[in-house]
């Protein structure tokens, strides 16, 4: 009796012990669930861009950047105010909308830090019209219209007279207006619109000059619409534009080595086949 009684004790003393290793076991952390999870951070970079072409060719670059592992995020806005406004106000890190005698003139009158980083591509800007299929066509008093702000209303001044329109004072550049016409043979009535309104004048105006983006927009085509063309070798390159100091980080240099790569080249080349063409 002695005997089966100390022999229950011990099976009951084993059955603990073990029971308690057990939950000792199940308790304890595994390897599993203390090492950290693998890191997935990317850097953002968010660019202010125009619709057409410059978001457009930012895709391209989006692609390339992400295995560098930066989200190149492309804020479209349609107008040439707001890029710069954005980007002095930190709501982005860079824009692509505009050429540098623009911004020049931009951050000389509303006094920001902003700077060029890199020519991308050009732009040629044309004359158009629904009214006349030559400029030898234009009637006397035809209504012209062009970009109302400085820099693009000079550029476009600059060539009516190139294309033998208009005449102006000896030496006028970028800065043009219409008070520096000298001779205007056919009294061309030269009104200054928004530039994105462009497009839309065609079909009251004889004549519109436009940016080459927002003829894109309205599905002209520059090198097939266009009545006259600035020629290959304008100086206007669209750029990419970061705040005065950011132009070192190592994002910033990695999307400009990403946006004049082989690949964003051959897809300007192949897409706009002339009406867009690389400055780099």
Do not use: W
Not at 115 to 134: F, L, Q
Request: hydrophobic share 40%; net charge positive; glycine share 4%.
């Amino acid at each position: 009796m002695k005997k089966l009684l100390f022999a229950l004790l011990s099976v009951a003393a084993i059955s603990t012990v073990l029971t308690a290793c057990s939950q000792k076991d199940e308790s304890a952390p595994t390897a599993s669930t203390t090492s950290a999870p693998a890191s997935t951070t990317e850097t953002v970079l968010k660019v202010a861009a125009s619709p057409v072409p410059h978001a457009e060719i930012l895709q391209v670059a989006k692609s390339l950047l992400q295995k560098e592992g930066i989200d190149l995020q492309i804020v479209q806005m349609t107008d040439y105010v707001r890029p710069n406004i954005a980007l002095a106000e930190k709501d982005v890190d860079a824009n692509f909308t505009q050429h540098k005698p623009y911004l020049d003139n931009f951050v000389q009158k509303h006094k920001m830090q902003l700077t060029p980083v890199v020519n991308i591509h050009v732009e040629p800007m044309g004359v158009y019209s629904n009214k006349v299929k030559s400029l030898s066509e234009v009637p006397d008093g035809g209504l012209v219209t062009i970009p109302n702000d400085v820099s693009n209303g000079g550029r476009a001044l600059l060539l009516l007279q190139k294309a033998g329109l208009i005449k102006l004072k000896a030496d006028t550049g970028i800065s043009a207006t219409v008070r520096d016409i000298v001779d205007n043979p056919k009294h061309l009535k030269i009104t200054p619109i928004d530039a994105p309104q462009l497009p839309r004048t065609l079909n009251d105006a004889t004549l519109a000059v436009i940016n080459t983006n927002f003829a894109l927009e309205a599905k002209l085509v520059p090198t097939k619409d266009a009545l006259f063309i600035e020629e290959k070798d304008s100086p206007y390159a669209n750029i990419l534009v970061v705040r005065t100091g950011d132009e070192h980080r190592e994002a910033i240099q990695k999307l400009k080595q990403a946006m004049t790569s082989p690949e964003v080249k051959k897809f300007i080349k192949g897409k706009y086949q002339g009406a867009i063409i690389p400055a780099f």
